[in-house]
């Protein structure tokens, strides 16, 4: 995969993100059309760790493991 894929796939990590950071000052304590706490706590910890994986794309460091040595030769 090239720079630029790896750089959408943290991109698209940061927005997931976003959307849960911005969707915590939504939460009213006796609200029934609330977000949950769980869905806030999903996007973050997922859009997170969407960037993080990218970040590894793009610094080259899926290229070491051997799984994916064997199918690039």
């Known amino acids: 995969m090239n720079n630029l894929t ?15 950071f911005l969707s915590v000052s939504h939460l009213p304590v006796d609200g029934a059309n609330a977000v949950q706490a769980q869905d806030v706590l999903f996007l973050m910890s997922g859009g997170l760790m969407t960037s993080l994986l990218g970040a590894a794309g793009l610094l080259g460091l899926t290229g070491q493991r051997a799984s994916v040595a064997k199918r690039t030769k």
């Open 6 to 20: 790896w750089s959408g796939v943290v991109i698209g990590g940061l927005l997931i993100a976003g959307f849960g």
